[in-house]
């Protein structure tokens, strides 16, 4: 039996449900796995935090079942919050912003800025840039017309602070016929496909689509296999038991036939690596292929650590097109494990799990040593 060495609390957005907060499943995981390393897991909202940050309405998962209590705050914050309400997020905003003054509690790890400001910030390092596809913010039609014009006629727009594949658009015109195509999912992530014929009518569907939403614009990269479906390569980077950065897994996600986007939120599967890869390059332009994406991958951490503060995990997310050129596409403070779990390699699977525990123990290991 492990000693209890303190209290993780895991603060999750609110969703119209049993029980009342998302990722129900992971931290249903993490509180039975907590007992194994002397951690209690709470789950909390945003808005079940007291004002004066001295205790939580939280949720406790007890003989099966989830009970909610008056609880004192958690020695550890981890968000897993992917805000869709702007209540939330200002309640969240405000107590995370607590957190560096805060000396009876610590956050498990930042989040990373918009994807703008990570791009620009990785630009400036001379290991990376090479494998960033040229980017800006959409300004609307002269960006689009610009980058279309510049890029063989394709475009591929997405929002700067969005995830899994949402409100994602590319674009493509046929400057003979004058038709316009676009391609792309929406806010619930449904599949939306429409044909233009002429740029006037694409801009005003396009600036209907983007509106409200601060958008970054790429070239479109091609980044299909033999068998015609998009997929990446996504890399989950996190600390483990000693505060150190390992890499937790590698595997291939393929997007569902006739989909833009790798994601699995969009119908996609997760496989193993070095047998996709070997599929489409083979075996041994695959192994140099992962080899970059590892090596990137290791650099990538210490580097945003160093402008944005001090991070727990990221899912790093990398293309390669039809060429085999590698390309940094995102990097998630925030990642999922589905694909993890699915690529079939239990091992990381178990480590996915519990290296946010273990990181967690080493947090509290190091809190208690400044204390005594």
């Keep these: 039996m492990v000693l209890p060495l303190g209290t993780l609390g895991i603060m999750c957005c609110s969703r119209e449900d049993s029980p009342p907060f998302s990722n129900e499943g992971?931290?249903?995981k993490l509180s039975v796995l907590g007992k194994k390393y002397g951690i209690q897991v709470v789950v909390f909202r945003p808005a079940d935090v007291s004002l004066d940050r001295t205790h939580i309405h939280g949720f406790i998962y007890k003989e099966g079942a989830w009970r909610q209590n008056r609880l004192p705050f958690p020695d550890i914050v981890y968000d897993r919050c992917l805000y869709r309400s702007r209540k939330e997020f200002r309640l969240a905003a405000s107590l995370l912003s607590d957190s560096r003054d805060a000396r009876d509690w610590t956050l498990w790890s930042r989040s990373l800025p918009g994807k703008w400001q990570v791009f620009r910030m990785l630009?400036?390092?001379?290991d990376v840039l090479p494998y960033l596809?040229?980017?800006?913010?959409?300004?609307g039609k002269e960006?689009?017309?610009?980058t279309l014009e510049s890029h063989g006629g394709e475009a591929f727009l997405k929002p700067k602070g969005g995830s899994q594949g949402k409100n994602?658009?590319?674009?493509?015109?046929?400057?003979?016929?004058?038709?316009?195509?676009?391609?792309?999912?929406?806010?619930?992530?449904?599949?939306?496909?429409?044909?233009?014929?002429?740029?006037?009518?694409?801009?005003?569907?396009?600036?209907?689509?983007?509106?409200?939403?601060?958008?970054?614009?790429?070239?479109?990269?091609?980044l299909q296999?033999?068998?015609?479906?998009?997929?990446?390569?996504?890399?989950?980077?996190?600390?483990?038991?000693?505060?150190?950065?390992?890499?937790?897994?590698?595997?291939?996600?393929?997007?569902?036939?006739?989909?833009?986007?790798?994601?699995?939120?969009?119908?996609g599967k997760a496989l193993p690596v070095l047998p996709y890869l070997s599929g489409q390059f083979g075996a041994e332009r695959a192994e140099r292929l992962t080899e970059v994406i590892r090596r990137l991958s290791e650099?990538?951490?210490?580097?945003?650590?160093?402008?944005?503060?001090?991070?727990?995990?990221?899912?790093?997310?990398?293309g390669i097109d039809t060429k085999g050129?590698?390309?940094?596409?995102?990097?998630?403070?925030?990642?999922?494990?589905?694909?993890?779990?699915?690529?079939?390699?239990?091992?990381?699977?178990?480590?996915?799990?519990?290296?946010?525990?273990?990181?967690?123990?080493?947090?509290?290991?190091?809190?208690?040593?400044?204390?005594?």
């Excluded at 960006?143 to 610009?146: A, D, G, V």
């Design 26 to 28: 992971y931290c249903r």
């Design 123 to 126: 630009s400036k390092e001379p």
């Design 133 to 139: 596809p040229p980017t800006g913010i959409y300004r």
């Design 143 to 146: 960006t689009l017309i610009k």
């Design 168 to 222: 994602t658009l590319y674009v493509r015109v046929d400057r003979e016929s004058g038709i316009w195509a676009v391609k792309g999912r929406d806010s619930l992530n449904r599949p939306v496909e429409r044909r233009f014929p002429s740029d006037a009518s694409a801009m005003r569907w396009i600036g209907d689509f983007t509106k409200n939403r601060t958008y970054i614009i790429q070239p479109y990269l091609h």
């Design 225 to 267: 296999g033999r068998n015609g479906r998009s997929f990446d390569t996504r890399v989950l980077m996190q600390k483990n038991e000693k505060g150190l950065w390992m890499q937790t897994g590698i595997v291939v996600r393929e997007g569902a036939a006739g989909s833009m986007t790798s994601n699995l939120h969009g119908g």
């Design 299 to 318: 650099k990538i951490p210490p580097i945003l650590e160093s402008h944005f503060g001090r991070l727990g995990e990221l899912g790093i997310d990398f």
């Design 325 to 372: 050129n590698v390309w940094l596409l995102e990097v998630n403070s925030k990642p999922g494990r589905t694909s993890i779990r699915q690529a079939g390699d239990p091992d990381s699977a178990v480590l996915a799990s519990e290296n946010p525990l273990r990181y967690a123990r080493y947090l509290l290991l190091r809190q208690l040593r400044r204390v005594n």
